[in-house]
């Protein structure tokens, strides 16, 4: 086997315990197939297998990043064959899986993760007559994310990436009886689907340029390509990210994908869907490195997403809307971050990383409050939980601290190295990168806060204004709380540890291009002060506005920029102007030109050939004669033509 150049390091032939990575896919999918194909036979024990196909494939993870953590840093990525997939000529593509620190980073993180939120799930849907269907499309989640962390080609991580997409519609929609969550279900779906046109445009274009889809090829030989091409192919990268990571101008489907189970929120924007984007950017570095109109793309909308999924968040009363919206921004920093360049790519990835800790935990959080309030999801109707819900309350505030940037906090290391990052170079991106980032800190505490103190501190809403049956919270079964306890912990210590130890720096360091050396344009000291500055103004706001104050039940009718926010800047009546409504004019005009002009000639031509016939059909008489009379006019026309022309 031929070695595989990727980003910094030369893939060489698995040995030891790294074949095994195959299994890392083909355990949660064979188990997907059991339960689906068992049918009701398994309702009694399909949910263990998928937890046990979940943490299987954690310990076959784990297996794997210690076999590869023998080798010396140079020898860590390792290329594991399959077989002949397409032999189609000149097009040669083997399926196989490429293991190295960026892909094991995900695939540890996918399956610790998921594992937590299977084994929750095994309570929060106890009581779902369709929770063995259910673990399969969780199951089939993590094995199509898996094959797209772990594919060594750009082909087979499309298989991957339409897996993500298919397992997402299925999960959003799992409870489709309801007509909203079954929109909301196509909605994800279509909106995907224009990102993954994108991506099957790039593979295209990976083809014609590099006449290969091999990350050996393509990464290999983009030093060597035109800045056209890679330009081309990096911003048809960029969109695919956009329309799996809920990035502007694709993120519309997201707060409309909180219509599934919780757990599916908390795996998506944890550990999966959302994530795939930043991975796609960041293994395809040597692609934007040669195209720097596309990375300061990528750059561009994560600075676009970062405020705009603030500013909804800021608005938004639904605690799972509110977490989406933060998810949203949340990603935002770290394709931010990975549109910088190698300077941030190792940042991009150490806040993915936190971010799954302390999102999920969270996600997991609010579904702890619907269980204990009739799966009541507006935070006007909360307040007042951490009295009744102390696991909950201080599991949560955990992951709020985190995401702020609370000093010491995982988040805090992690978001403070991209506003690091951001402040480093030269001209005016520096300046207005920094800055977006320092006022996206300042409304993230903001937001977090509100929807923190809405949800635990103040007076008790739970019966305001309402006849619905009272609610009575309660502390949620072990099952649920113990996942939210481990999420905990990695969201207070795991950033702290990573950053003191180098450890992330030190194990991707080899994948990736070294960075050039850049000076801030202020001094980094000055920049924390400054990003703890905003992030203490953010809680102080949030703390007079839903703390010190009493929060209605009913919102108030608020400000233009909030109306804007609560109907998600308008992006859906965007959406509906832009491709709906000028789609629709467009499908009418060519109809009616189809009616009017091709239907036209059509019909035309048939009254011209009916009217002939029916012309021709008057000489059609029955008479001997008359046929004899006709053949003689036409011979004597015949000859006096040849007479003509011969003369």
Known sequence: MSPVPTQGLTAVPATGAEPLAWLLVVIPLVSAGVLLLAGRAADRWGHWLGVLASASAFVVGAVVFFSVLGHGAEERARSVAGFSWVPAGDFQVDAGLLVDPLSLSFVLLITFVGTLIHLYSVAYMEHDAGRRRFFAYLNLFVAAMLLLVLA??????????????????????????????????????????????????????????????????????????????????????????????????????????????????????????????????????????????????????????????????????????????????????????????????????????????????????AGSVMHGMNDETDMRRFGGLRSVMKVTWLTFAAGWLAIIGFPGLSGFWSKDEIIHAAFEGEGWRPWVFGTITLVGAGITAFYMSRLYFMTFHGRRRWHDGTDAPAPHPHESPALMTVPMVVLALGSVFLGGILYFTHALETWLEPVFTAPAELEPVLDLDIVTALTIGVVAIGVAIAFLMYLRRDVPVTAPRGSALTRAARADLYQDDVNDIAFVTTGQAFVRGMGQLDDDVVGGAVRGVGRTVSGSGRGLSRLQTGFVRSYALSMFVGVGLLVAALVLFQL
């Open 152 to 365: 060594d080609s750009y082909l087979l991580l499309y298989v991957g990436w339409e897996g993500v997409g298919l397992a997402s519609y299925l999960l959003i929609g799992f409870w489709n009886s309801r007509l909203e969550y079954a929109v909301a279900a196509k909605k994800a779906f279509v909106v995907n689907r224009v990102g993954d046109l994108g991506l099957s445009l790039a593979i295209m274009a990976m083809f014609v340029s590099f006449g290969s889809v091999s990350y050996t090829d393509v990464l290999g030989g983009a030093a060597g390509a035109s800045e056209g091409w890679l330009t081309a192919i990096g911003l048809l990268l960029l969109l695919a990210a956009c329309g799996k990571s809920a990035q502007f101008p694709l993120q519309s489907w997201l707060g409309d994908a909180m219509a599934g189970p919780t757990p599916v929120s908390a795996l998506i924007h944890a550990a999966t869907m959302v994530t795939a984007g930043v991975y796609l950017v960041v293994r395809s570095g040597p692609i934007f490195e040669g195209a720097p109109a596309a990375a300061l793309a990528v750059a561009v909308v994560g600075a676009i997403t970062l405020l705009y999924g603030a500013v909804v968040g800021s608005a938004k009363d639904d605690i799972k809307k509110a977490l989406a919206a933060s998810t949203m921004s949340q990603i935002g920093y770290m394709m931010l971050a990975a549109g910088l360049g190698p300077i941030g790519y190792v940042f991009a990835i150490f806040h993915l990383l936190t971010h799954g800790f302390f999102k999920a935990g969270m996600f997991l959080g």
